[in-house]
């Protein structure tokens, strides 16, 4: 109902000229609702639509920043990186940092899922060092987090592991534990981080991403059974535990 009604004022917005930076900051919004709900490609069909009508750097920015999230959605990562970058650029021209660095954040994910450690840890370095001057990033332990999983794709464990310490909060935490809750493949020092964040915090999430690792690795040794009992008694369900 509310895309309609949103999509309903933009229509008659269409009308008044002066209006323009209202639609298309409405339909910027639009399309992020229709992305969250999943409708990839009506999200891209209006962001492009009114990127074409859109005469403000502000919107323009908005559009771009809407489109780089669905093509990582799309698993696009090249467009994503190319739109990231547009709106970065026009959201800091227009000293909206933290919606600059939000893109650049977005570009970077794009990077490490396309493979390009090397390229993501640069961007990724570009935003903490920035950032330390505007300081207005919502995502720095994100920031950490992503760093040190790309560390670890370059097979530097011990700089993973220092990334990961220097961002311990417990928002960096538990962005770690849903990145590794998606890791495909066992990595040695993933438990022993999660399992430390756990430890402080007393996150059923933080326990959950200890278990799906645990089990990637086949690790049915005495210390991973007690990991797996206490997952049993917080109600966890990850397939394969019952039999571990």
């Known amino acids: 109902l509310l895309v309609i009604e949103l999509t309903n004022i933009c229509t008659f917005c269409y009308f008044i000229p002066k209006n323009l930076l209202i639609v298309s900051f409405i339909l910027s919004q639009v399309a992020m609702l229709e992305l969250i709900e999943g409708h990839n490609k009506k999200a891209f069909n209006i962001a492009s639509s009114a990127l074409k009508q859109s005469n403000n750097n502000v919107a323009t920015a908005n559009l771009y920043d809407v489109l780089s999230r669905v093509a990582l959605a799309d698993k696009k990562y ?13 959201f800091f021209k227009n000293k909206n940092y933290s ?7 977005i570009k970077a994910i794009a990077l490490f899922k396309a493979e390009k450690f090397q390229e993501s840890e640069k961007n990724l370095r570009y935003l903490l060092d920035i950032e330390r001057k505007y300081k ?21 464990p011990d700089r993973a592991k220092a990334m990961f310490n220097q961002a311990l909060s417990k928002e960096t935490a ?21 399992q430390g964040s756990y430890e402080h915090f007393h996150e059923v999430d933080i326990l959950a991403a200890v278990y ?30 019952q039999e571990a």
């Open 174 to 194: 538990i962005r770690a534990a849903y990145l590794a809750l998606h890791e495909s493949e066992y990595n040695s020092v993933l438990p022993v981080v999660l």
């Open 99 to 105: 919606a600059a660095f939000e893109s650049l954040y």
């Open 136 to 156: 207005n990033c919502f995502h720095v332990a994100g920031a950490y987090t992503l760093l040190g999983l790309v560390l670890l794709e370059n097979n530097c």
């Open 78 to 90: 090249k467009s994503s990186v190319e739109k990231a970058s547009l709106a970065f650029d026009l």
């Open 212 to 241: 799906h690792i645990l089990l990637l690795g086949k690790k049915y040794d005495a210390k991973s059974f007690s990991w797996y009992m206490l997952g049993i008694r917080e109600g966890i369900q990850e397939e394969g535990l």
